[in-house]
């Protein structure tokens, strides 16, 4: 239809940025519920592969999807109740530790100390300006702080019961629900959108196990060397399964999760046990972030999604800037999959010109 009157292409003109402005607001107010759905498609996909094998092993897929729902529900139910209760037992301790720092700080306790070990600080200015810093504390604010952040824990919490029910569900019905967007393409085109769809999905899959297999290794590795080893050689590591679980999730997180999980276990080690035990702990960090950059994470992701250097920096840094912890989990297999589609579609019909 041609809009001959000025008014009247202004004003559906207006429409059509009032529309947009409103489909925009709706995003952002549905932003988290997106995050719990994007989550739960991308756990989903990662399971999909065990199922796959599991019916290329002659089992139905139905006792396959149970097998595969069964096993995760008891990770998630076993990590709960073994790990949760031993790190809320450290975190009280955590709490009780620097109160009794504070206090120290506040007795002017802490300046002997601080003096025999770091003679070059000028300790009386550092601990006037600490005790004159901690009297001016709004109690009233920092316990509401706690509050909000106890409130934050408990909608975390939340969070991930409805991620872990929709990662289920989505589990369950991964077939019907590919079946249902293969039917929207034009059949001319819907073997190649299959084909394309089923290997960014395999490659999908394979970079959840993979990343969640870094993630598993590190907590491991971390609670052997932190509450078995270290204290064989006179190096107490007293909150070692909070330190252990810490690296576990960091490592999840791609490209900066390590790292930043390292510098805060270190910190942690730091403040509760003291330099020696710091630098012992900064250095097994150092040289096991060498060990999974440069021979863990290449083994493992080059079966998974074969992406250059560059491009996963990139990714990982543009997916986390736009949208948080789900866009850097999500940026690699994005990347995987624009140059899957680049390599099967583009290249080919600018090679047939």
Known sequence: MRILNPFRAGLFAGLGVLVAIAIGAAVTSLSQVLTYVGAALFLALGLDPIISW????????????????????GIVTGLVFAIVPVIVDQVNKAAAAIQNIVGRFQNNDL??????????????????????????????????????????????????????????????STKS??????????????????????????????????????????????????????????LEVDYWALLAFIALIGSMIPLVGTLTASIINTLLVLLFNGPASAIAVGIYYLIYMQIEAYVLSPRIMSQAVKVPGAVVVIAALAGGTLLGLLGALIAIPAAAAILLVINKVIVPRQDAL
């Open 54 to 73: 599991l019916e290329g092993r002659k089992v139905p897929r139905w006792a396959a999807i149970l097998i595969v729902l069964v096993a995760f529900a």
């Open 111 to 172: 300046n002997a100390f601080l003096t025999s070990t770091f003679p070059w600080l000028p300790t009386e200015d550092l601990v006037a300006h600490l005790q004159q810093w901690i009297a001016q504390l709004d109690y009233g604010s920092i316990a509401g702080g706690a509050l909000n952040v106890g409130l934050g824990i408990l909608t975390g919490l939340m969070g991930a019961l409805i991620v872990l029910i929709l990662t289920i569900y989505f589990t369950a």
């Open 177 to 234: 629900l590919k079946r249902a967007l293969y039917r929207i393409v034009p059949a001319s085109k819907r073997p190649t959108f299959i084909d394309l769809a089923e290997q960014v999905s395999t490659s999908v899959g394979r970079f959840v196990i993979g990343q969640g297999s870094l993630g598993i290794l590190n907590g491991v590795v971390s609670s052997l060397m932190l509450g078995l080893v270290f204290p064989m050689f006179g």
